[in-house]
């Protein structure tokens, strides 16, 4: 009897753990925030067909085996897709947190490529896009990265100056892009390096910082570097350096391998511990082996997961640390100081804001807040106003920037603002740019000293709708900040200022200047670290080029006599004032009006979700040609925005993903007076899509 009773408790224990070990096989619920991820992936594409069992509304991609999409339990760890994919990667892939493994090249991916990427990868491909714009700064805080392919693409400007903090990365190809401008600095700190292709660029300036790379692979043809090839390169065995504008012919032996297509699927001779694709045409994806090619146990296994957990928790805890004893000591400096540096040029900000701040001063305070990550959530700049960060910015002397003023002649002003004005300065050495003189009767002492901690500040901020800090100057006492030259307008004269040049300014156009102000402060508030408040976001201090794509200006610089508590959310309403305009025409505030519509704001929200008296609001400019239902989406963006209480207005990265739905679902009809019995007329000369900036 004893033996039987013992018996079946040990056929019960086995039976029990059976069914532990196979738990992660049966329950199939996928951690939420993974499937409402992927669900916005799923529309950002399109919803193509191809990628079977995803859907809009999320689910489980788990357990229902979702195409191309790998699960370690309940939490995504690999995605892989090369079906011929177009739209955008969303702005929501943040979110997959237990991702490992992102490879969608061999698609037709467009836009930028976003900030929000998942922040755990060790092994991203997105090579053969059609991506533009610049690789985001995000990039950054991917420690874990190993490979990282961005090739075949139509990315521009410069390489973002990002890689101090990613010394896992072995492999890093950029080649076959537009990239421009000379190699970062931080490229020199990549001490794992081995590979590095740039081929195919237009890239300038020498290669020196290379040689501290231990390289075994370098391939930097048909750009336009110059300067002298460095003897160490003979260490490096696969070696092409041809096309380019060298000083010196090479003295050394190299090779010249033949070069290969750059591999649009995962790279099995890379090592990472994962399952198989669940319900993908890939397979395998690849082989879980240790590099000395003996099976790895499970005991070894299981240590590598908590040796990974523990050491991550040990360098997140000595981080948070850190950042609070700058965040403290920050704040105990501003406390004693009676001018703290701000981050904005002008002080004739926005009528609109002020007066919301007057009439209801509590809508845009928060209470203190009790964690540091709270204070970033709102823009708190004590962790800018103490870090210390290089100035990448050119030092310009005060005889070259007077020469290219013609002494700030009179005919080469551009505009003035309550700091000092702004100059049309052309060098010469052929480039033309705007220079800020900032008028040092104007600033406190504090700020004087400050400025060299500003400009540092300022040249650090890179993104293509934002204006570039390209020098300075703080030479005898001069404060001057130089920054790239865009000849067009800006929004408010455009908008305002009735003449031909306005005309060009239509529905996709709008929409497309909403758009891009929208992505610069997107990266302001949730990829710059800490994030970064403009305070005197207004239609004048977006500038538009001859393309009327926008350029953010004035973030960064130092505010003058400003008063009140601005936060990300004042910039929220400050956006959703600017798209008003955009919609209306009028200005946000207009004396010349009735008392009752005066106020934009005031006038204009009881009126947004009345579609009849929405159609009555529209810039009369326009013509009665704008996309039929974009308008009442767009104005329902506008009043999420401009909400009383700040912690109701969305994040910009929601601001930006509901802008570009917009912009490719929207179609371009004409309003006639047949709209009082609702029905809307498609003209002949349509638009179709609405494309994003």
Partial sequence: MVAALVGRTALKFAALLLLWSVSPLVRSATNPSDGQALGILYISLNSPPQLTGWSESGGDPCGESWMGISCDGATVTAMISGLGLNGS?????????????????????????PYQLPPNLSYMNLAQNNFSGN??????????????????NSLSQSITDFFVGLQNLSELDLSFNNLTGDLPISLSSLSGLSKLCLQQNNLTGPVDLLTNLNLTTLNIANNHFNGWIPKDFSSIANLII????????????TSHPTPTPTLPRYDHNFSLPAKPLQGSAVQPLYTVYPRNKKKMTMGALIGIVIGSLSGALIAAIAVVFSLHNVCKDSKSQARNSSAPLSIFA????????????????????????????????????????????????TSYSVSSIQAATNSFNQEYLLGEGSLGRVYKAEFSFGKVFAVKKIDN???????????????????????????????????????????????????????????????GLNWNARVRVALGTARALEYLHEVCLPPVVHRNLKSANILLDEELNPKLSDCGAPEFAMSGIFTVKSDVYSLGIVMLELLTGRKPWDSCRAISEQSLVRWAIPQLH?????????????????PAKSLSRFADIVALCVQPEPEFRPPMSQVVQLLVRLAQRASVIRRTSAEEIGISYRIAEETGSETSS
């Fill in 89 to 113: 990667l969303g702005y929501l892939l943040s979110d997959l947190l237990s991702l490992k493994i992102l490879d969608v090249s061999n698609n037709r991916l467009q836009e930028p490529i």
């Fill in 610 to 626: 009345d579609i009849d008296a929405l159609s009555r609001m529209v810039d009369p400019s326009l013509n009665g040609i704008y």
């Fill in 135 to 152: 690789l985001p700064y995000s990039i950054s805080n991917m420690v874990s990265l190993v490979y990282l392919n961005v090739s075949h």
């Fill in 346 to 393: 002008d002080k004739d900000t926005n009528q609109e804001m002020q007066e919301q701040m007057n009439k209801s001063p509590t809508s845009l305070k928060f209470p203190p807040a009790k964690k540091l990550m709270v204070d970033n959530m709102y823009g708190n700049n004590c962790l800018l106003r103490r870090l210390k960060f290089p100035i990448t910015a």
């Fill in 441 to 503: 009767a104007a600033l406190s002492l504090q700020e004087e000293d400050n400025f060299l901690e500003a400009v540092a500040n300022m040249s650090r901020l890179r993104h293509p709708n934002i204006t570039g800090l390209v020098g300075y100057s703080a030479e005898f006492g001069q404060r001057l900040l130089v920054y790239e030259y865009i000849g067009n307008s800006n929004l408010h004269d455009l908008l305002h200022t009735y003449d031909d040049r306005s005309k």
């Fill in 242 to 253: 041809d096309g380019n504008s060298f000083s010196n012919n090479l003295s050394f032996p």
